[in-house]
Nanobody, 117 residues
């Protein structure tokens, strides 16, 4: 059974930092690109950042460029979030996409990030 488990969310003041982690099990982690997505109340889920299966290619939404950094190791993907803004609040999900596919096929349960002003 594939499992993605996020952790590291919480309440932080604007300007602060958080580091999210997503632990993967039940899949060949090196075969999967990983992504972080977020969903704010009343809004659709949006992509925040992605990293390729090899870790050599990354993508960032314009809204987080220069503030967030995605990385991965043997079985986890991380999202370092600095200079957090109120609008970064939401539930953050990690997803896994096989390198041969175009869709994210596995999702975690999400972790709440709340940034206060």
């Amino acid at each position: 059974e594939v499992q993605l488990v996020e952790s590291g969310g919480g309440l932080v003041q604007a300007g602060g930092s958080l580091r999210l982690s997503c632990a993967a099990s039940g899949l060949s982690f090196d075969d999967y690109g990983m992504g972080w997505f977020r969903q704010a109340p009343g809004k659709e889920r949006e992509v925040v950042s992605c990293i390729s299966s090899t870790g050599t290619s990354t993508y960032y939404a314009d809204s987080v460029k220069g503030r967030f950094t995605i990385s991965r190791d043997s079985f986890k993907v991380y999202l370092q979030m600095n200079s957090l803004k109120v609008e970064d609040s939401g539930v953050y999900y990690c997803g896994a996409r096989h390198w041969t596919g175009s869709q994210y096929s596995y999702w975690g349960q999400g972790t709440q990030v709340t940034v206060s002003s």
